[in-house]
């Protein structure tokens, strides 16, 4: 028999990667995508149900929950995020990662953003999930985080707002799976392609 999932993130990228993966047709899965974009039209299968939110907005997880209503959630894969790049930098040097994120260029609108999004975006989602989570037999919730999220493998120092934006995620997802134990919480560096 198949999950029900939501899966965040899900217009480009990894959200797009696990949305297609667990809608295959073979494995009876009622899959709900998210993201702030809208889902591209090639991606459209009768048992994907998208919704644009912005987990940033009280009013978009409102809707959210009510869209959700009472149905258990079996899995939730989380993987909504920006890297916390400074955007007129990252005009100046697309190609340079490490440019953008210093800390003579890092902003307080660009550290802000990025915690808002990473971390506070983050609790916010999974605070309005958790009664359809707790609805459902074993359910998970799977979180990308990053090991640059880690406070003692920091040896590089610079991605200011990332780093601190996923330190809070994992500080956030720990105390989740203290407070929340009949829900498995697991966090995923996914690594580079």
């Known amino acids: ?3 029900t999932i939501l899966v965040t993130g899900a ?9 297609r993966s667990y809608s295959e047709a073979d494995q009876g899965n009622v899959v709900y995508g998210i993201d702030r974009q809208p889902l591209p039209s090639s991606e459209s299968r009768v048992n994907i149900h998208f919704k644009q939110v912005n ?8 809707a959210l929950q009510s869209t959700l209503s009472e149905l258990p959630l079996e899995l939730v894969i989380h993987s909504a995020g920006i890297r916390g790049l400074v ?7 697309p190609d340079d990662v490490a440019a ?10 660009t550290f802000q953003r990025t915690l808002n999004i990473n971390a506070v975006g983050a609790f ?19 979180i990308m985080s990053s090991r640059m ?34 829900v498995t919480f697991v966090l995923c560096h996914p690594g580079r392609p």
Do not use: W
Not at 11 to 19: H, K, M, T, V
Not at 55 to 62: D, G, H, P, R, Y
Not at 124 to 142: D, M, S
Not at 163 to 174: D, F, G, Q, T
């Open 100 to 109: 953008c994120e210093t800390l003579e260029v890092m902003t307080l609108e």
């Open 11 to 19: 217009a480009s990228g990894l959200g797009l990667e696990f949305l």
């Open 124 to 142: 916010a989602l999974i605070q309005a999930l958790v009664p359809n989570l707790r609805k459902a037999h074993e359910a998970k919730v799977v």
């Open 1 to 3: 028999m198949g999950k």
């Open 149 to 182: 999220g880690s406070i003692s493998q920091n040896t590089s120092g610079s991605a200011y707002a990332y780093r601190a934006s996923k330190a809070a995620l994992n500080a956030l997802v720990k105390s989740f799976s203290i407070d929340i134990p009949e």
């Open 55 to 62: 987990i940033t907005s009280v009013q978009s997880l409102a």
């Open 87 to 93: 955007p007129d930098v990252e005009d100046r040097h």
